[in-house]
């Protein structure tokens, strides 16, 4: 079996820093790493090739530097990467990332499923995999939290939707987009790591492959943003404590009223 | 002038509520824009009085197009129909909800109809001099707001994060039409096969679609703890939340957990107990109307971030909270309730 994992590589929100005065985020020489809602979709291929055996490519867009999450995948046991890197695709969103994306998976000699992260960290979006899927023409389960069965020819996964599971049978090939239930990511082991620094990932660029220009980077892209603006955090902050008895009482008193003008209660 | 759609939600015998609220977003772009708002409804064995309801709710029109084969939610399918009709009907913009179902479907359209597309919006307007759609979003783990448009390509296409708009009060002296669209068997893709679906055993898991969410985390200790949640959840009919400490230690299943890794909610209330408030949780509350917190460290970070947080231990705080609750309760009835 192929699988293919696309990946990115996010700031680390554990690195990122909340200015104390207005409680926003400082990105400022944050430390780059696997988008974490990948690592679920990394392991996910990882288990189901140590169950049924399979090869795993792992694709990652970005910055020159995103070969290291590459690697990172490697290390946790997928077999090889490519990644695609060059100032044309700059500026994609998620209808032109999901096209070069598409573009490249379309271009390997085989593939049996293509497994996507939820959504990343930093666009929050969500949108790539469902959009990979419909310009592949390919089948696709999103939020999958769990794999049943897999066969030569069709996949049974288990949808997490609202209120409950939704069960899937899907013919291979197949594109999923996983939630966090569906495996538990291990770190990389020390073989892992060797074998990452040995392999080699080759770097497409725009001329790669018969990429259409007019689809790539921003060029390709339908939507812009406009406007960026870190919003202020105006909560109210009101503090009571409540470290006795008589503290309690007068907290709770407080609290209620404040829930009754709010009609909370 | 072309119109303005939405994308009404069903689960296969009712109209979600969702469905309402974009009907809200959408009635006030289609007035700026001064065109007509129409609702479709794929699927579902719905009554006209149903689908009326949505014209009581701000719809002009609605499009319904149904069959057995259209009730359970098959993305292949559900595309290939909005990609038709929007072919047929070319609207300005559509508006469906940042559910499951929309943000698996409507990633599908914007390839299919060749357009954009913005994730999750929690603002909408219109641009006065370019009568283009601007879509707001929070990003980065809602630290920042970025706003979006589609300049050239058509329709402009947005989800909504639930709970982000209130319906419209139902005016049942709106007129309206409804128009069913015939369906035709090339519409079924095929290819997928629904094989079931499994309710959660619990109800109070639908944290996205509550009004309320009291969460707890790892201050609470152990999994059984989670009753004191459970109670305050049921005196306030509020689902319930959890932090990822709380999930990983399998107090609580993983649909209820809040946070980056977890559900992005907009509840009007969101009650944190024994949770420290890290960068990932807030992630998931960002837009939540109102924060309460009881943490026993004075220090803790949801202390910062809480509209209104008590310092102390949430073992003697929440019970005495329920009884006076119940007190209050029993004066405001007179003492029959
Ligand atoms: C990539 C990534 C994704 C993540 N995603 C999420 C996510 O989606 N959601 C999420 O929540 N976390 C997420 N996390 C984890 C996050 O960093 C924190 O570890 C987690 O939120 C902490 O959970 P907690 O607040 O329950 O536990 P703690 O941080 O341990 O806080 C427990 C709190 O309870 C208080 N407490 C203890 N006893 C009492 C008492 N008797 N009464 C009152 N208060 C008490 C303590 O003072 C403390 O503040 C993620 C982390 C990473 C790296
Ligand atoms: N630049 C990229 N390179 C490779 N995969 C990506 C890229 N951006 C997004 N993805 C994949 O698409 C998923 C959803 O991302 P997004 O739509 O950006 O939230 C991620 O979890 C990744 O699996």
Redesign the pocket.
Known sequence: MNIVIPIKQVPD??KVKMDPESGTMMREGVEAVVN?LDLYSIQLGVDLKEKYGASITVISMGPPKAAKAIREAISMGCDDGILLSDKKFGGSDTWATSYTIAETIKSLPAYDLVIFGERA?DGDTGQVGPCTAAWLDVPLASYVASVDAVTDDSIEVERMVEGGYQKLRLPKPAVLTVVKEIAAPMLPTLSGKKRARRTEIPTYTAESLPFEDANLGLKGSPTRVVKIRTPKVSREGRVVHATDGEGTEGALDELIAYLKEKELV | MSFVWTLAEQDGTSLKGVSFELLARGRTLADKLETKLASVVIGGKLSEEQLQELIHRGADEVYYIKNDALDDFVVETYSRILVKLIEQYDPHTILAAATTTGRTLMPHVSIGADTGLTADCTDLDIDPETGQLLQTRPAIGGNIMATIKTPYKRPQMATVRPKSSRPLEADTTREGKIIEVPFEESFVDGRVEVLGYRHNEDEDVDIQEAEMVISG???L?KGDNFEIIRKLATRFDAAIG?????VDRGWISYPH??????KTISPKLYFA?????????L??IKTAETIVA????PE?N?HKIADFSIV????E?LPRLIEKLDENGKKATGGKS
């Open positions: 929100s554990n974490p960290t | 985390g790892r201050g200790k959890a932090s990822r400490d709380a957990q809040v946070g980056l890794s977890g107990c024994g949770i420290s408030g890290s960068i990932q949780q992630a998931g009881v943490n026993n460290d803790a949801i102390g231990d949430l073992f705080v």
